[in-house]
């Protein structure tokens, strides 16, 4: 029972008074109260866990090169491309969920970051790919044009 009201303390929802002034009003025979208790906690648990759900990424599309050392993320939600060993980076928040790879895929962004003028075409083809750094077969040829330099490699969706 002990447990169950620590929980609720935890979550902000009982004070450490109020915790205690039901500790001493239970008897042995409060089931009633300590099953309430354990449905409220229950509820905020199952409530928590579905908004942490929601939020959730999930990574579709995977691309790396070894020239100069970039990779791309496609997510449901976002895409990500790191390029120049870490050097620079884009994050483009609330793309597309629809990712359809049966025929290849290419999408374009085009905005102005912190005054300076950011474009990016991505182009996924369904053809298959060497990765000349580690020399494993991917089934994606991927290109990636990023403020007019161009990075070439391999990916392949995640599974």
Do not use: P
């Not at 449905?39 to 100069?68: N, P, Y």
């Amino acid at each position: 029972m002990k447990k169950y009201l620590l929980a609720l303390a935890c979550f902000g929802l009982l004070s450490c008074d109020q915790i205690q002034k039901i500790d001493k009003q239970m008897d042995a025979d409060s089931t009633d109260i300590a099953n309430e208790i354990s449905d409220l906690t229950t509820g905020t648990l199952q409530a928590l866990d579905k908004l942490s759900e929601e939020g959730k990424s999930e990574l579709i599309f995977v691309a790396r090169g070894s020239e100069s050392g970039w990779v791309a993320e496609y997510y449901n939600d976002k895409f990500k491309l790191v390029t120049d060993y870490g050097k620079d980076s884009l994050i483009i928040k609330n793309i597309s969920k629809h990712f359809d790879l049966k025929d290849g895929y290419s999408f374009s962004y085009k905005n102005t970051e912190a005054g300076k003028e950011v474009r990016l075409n991505v182009k996924i083809e369904d053809k298959a790919c060497v990765d000349e750094a580690t020399a494993e077969k991917k089934s994606k040829t991927v290109t990636i044009t990023y403020n007019d330099k161009v990075y070439k490699g391999c990916g392949e969706e995640v599974k």
